[in-house]
């Protein structure tokens, strides 16, 4: 099976700053991730995907980067505004798997004004 | 919005109580996720449908718990005999474009 988590349960930034949040996985089958942001009372929101082909994908402030040989990826999110305060979920696929993402645990990200 | 549907958002029951769920997901999309969300964890997969067939079950949908998907259209999560442990938000995903799941807003569980 696949299980997938992050670094730090809580991170708190300055509005502005850059954010990073870790994410660690365990089956080098895994083969396509997606970040997911989840605010108070809704579901998880899709932020960005990338396939286990790629090392790096840019969305709008959002960058993804995804190391195969320690099986760890990252989320990147430029000059971090009040609202991106939410809860940060790295969810992953097997390869030639049930098409089942396993979600981690979660970083909550508090930004600070 | 995401345009998968979940009714009701809330409910709160007594132990021992039966509930159900609808989930509404994008049309035409022909898989259909259950997931359950406690306090400070991620979503737990409970079950998915491709059309009208639930093709796996996770280990934590009890036999309490019964999910149907008639038609193929939108779904329903039955839980029977609730207990406090069941107390969590339960969610429904359908994805589009492959495997990106876009997830409805969920219904929260309360059990007394």
């Known amino acids: 099976g696949e299980s997938v988590g992050l670094h730090l349960p809580t991170l708190s930034v300055q509005e502005g700053d850059n954010s990073i949040i870790n994410c660690a996985y365990s089956?080098?089958?895994?083969?396509?991730f997606i970040w997911y942001k989840q605010e108070s009372g809704k579901g998880p929101q899709f932020i960005i995907d990338?396939?286990?082909?790629?090392d790096k994908r840019q969305g709008q402030r959002v960058t993804v980067l995804l190391n195969k040989t320690v099986k760890h990826l990252s989320l990147q999110i430029a000059a971090t505004q009040p609202g991106d305060s939410a809860v940060y979920f790295c969810?992953?696929?097997?390869?030639?798997?049930?098409?089942?993402?396993?979600f981690g645990r979660g970083t909550s990200l508090i930004v600070h004004p | 919005d995401t345009g998968v549907s979940q009714d009701p958002r809330h409910k709160i029951t007594k132990r021992g109580q039966n509930v159900t769920f609808r989930c509404d997901p994008i049309?035409?999309?022909?898989?259909l996720y259950w997931y359950r969300q406690t306090l400070g964890q991620g979503p737990e997969f409970l079950t998915y449908?491709?059309?009208?067939?639930?093709?796996?079950k996770s280990r934590l949908l009890s036999d309490r718990f019964s999910a149907e998907r008639p038609k193929g259209s939108f779904s329903t999560l039955e839980i029977q005999r609730t207990e406090q442990g069941d107390s969590a938000m339960y969610l429904c995903?359908?994805?589009?474009?492959?495997?990106?799941?876009?997830f409805g807003s969920g219904t929260q569980l309360s059990v007394l």
């Open positions: 969810a992953g696929y097997l390869s030639g798997g049930s098409y089942i993402p396993t």
């Open positions: 990338i396939r286990s082909n790629m």
């Open positions: 049309s035409e999309h022909n898989r």
């Open positions: 449908f491709q059309n009208e067939a639930q093709l796996e």
């Open positions: 089956n080098s089958a895994s083969d396509y």
């Open positions: 995903a359908s994805p589009e474009r492959g495997e990106k799941l876009f």
